[in-house]
C-alpha cells in the first residue's frame, strides 16, 4: 500500500484527484489487496478504473455482492469508470454491478497498441459493449464526454459545444446489425447495435478513424 500511501499525499499536496486501477492480474506469490483498503485512501472525485475486473481485488464479494465499502465510496462521491483494457472487462461481472444498481461514472478503454485488434478495439466499440449490457445510448454518450471532462476536473473546455469554445466534436453512426461482443475473457454477449467513428473535430482540424478491422 507504500505507493497508494505516497499517492494520497501528492494528490492532496498539487490538489488534484486520484485514479486507481484495482484487480490484479499477474502476481501470484502475494494475497491481493481487498477493494475496501484501496478505498480508504480515496475520498470525493477520487476515481476507480477497472470496475467490471474479474480478478481479485474487484467490487464483488466471493458470493457476487457487491462490497458494503463500494457502496459507501460510490455515495461519499468517489467515481467509478470502466477501464476495458486487455484484462479488465468481463461481462458476468459487469452484470452482477450492474444489476446491484452501481453504473458507470465513465467509459475509457485503457487502450494500447496491445490491444486494439481485440478486445478493445476502440472507444466506440467500448461503448457498444455498454449498450449490449442494458446501458442506454445517452449514457455512454454521457459517460465518455461530459462525464469524462467532469472526471478530468475540465469541464469548462472539454466534452462539451459551446459558442465561442474550440470545436471538440466527435461524429459516430449507430448501427443496427447484430455482432458478438467479446470481453477481456473471451466471453461473448450478443449485441444489437454498433457504433462507428465517423470523424472527430478538433478546433479547426478533421480527423479520419483509423482503418482497423472492429467486430
Excluded: C
Excluded at 6 to 13: H, Q
Excluded at 17 to 24: A, F, Q, T, Y
Excluded at 84 to 101: C, K, S, T
Amino acid at each position: 500500500m507504500k505507493p497508494l500511501e505516497r499517492a494520497r499525499k501528492l494528490g492532496d499536496s498539487l490538489k488534484l484527484p486520484l485514479l486507481v486501477h484495482i484487480g490484479e492480474s499477474w502476481t501470484k506469490d502475494t494475497a491481493p489487496v481487498h477493494v475496501g483498503d484501496v478505498l480508504k485512501y480515496l475520498r470525493a472525485g477520487d476515481i476507480v478504473t477497472h470496475m467490471f475486473t474479474v480478478h481479485p481485488g474487484g467490487l464483488l464479494d466471493g458470493n457476487g455482492r457487491l462490497w458494503p465499502q463500494v457502496r459507501d465510496a460510490k455515495q461519499s462521491g468517489i467515481l467509478m469508470d470502466v477501464g476495458h483494457g486487455l484484462h479488465n472487462l468481463n461481462f458476468d461481472v459487469a452484470r452482477r454491478v450492474l444489476d446491484q444498481g452501481l453504473q458507470p461514472d465513465g467509459v475509457s478503454t485503457d487502450g494500447h497498441r496491445g490491444n486494439r485488434a481485440g478486445p478493445v478495439y476502440d472507444l466506440p466499440t467500448t461503448m457498444a459493449k455498454l449498450m449490449a449490457l442494458g446501458v442506454s445510448l445517452n449514457q455512454v454518450i454521457e459517460m465518455a464526454t461530459a462525464n469524462a471532462a467532469k472526471l478530468l476536473g475540465r469541464e469548462g473546455d472539454l466534452g462539451t459545444i459551446r459558442v465561442g469554445q474550440p470545436a471538440d466534436i466527435s461524429v459516430l453512426k449507430l448501427e443496427e446489425r447484430e455482432w458478438q461482443a467479446v470481453d477481456s475473457q473471451k466471453g461473448t454477449i450478443p449485441a444489437r447495435q454498433a457504433l462507428l467513428p465517423v470523424y472527430a473535430i478538433r478546433r479547426n482540424a478533421v480527423y479520419e478513424p483509423l482503418p482497423i478491422e472492429r467486430p
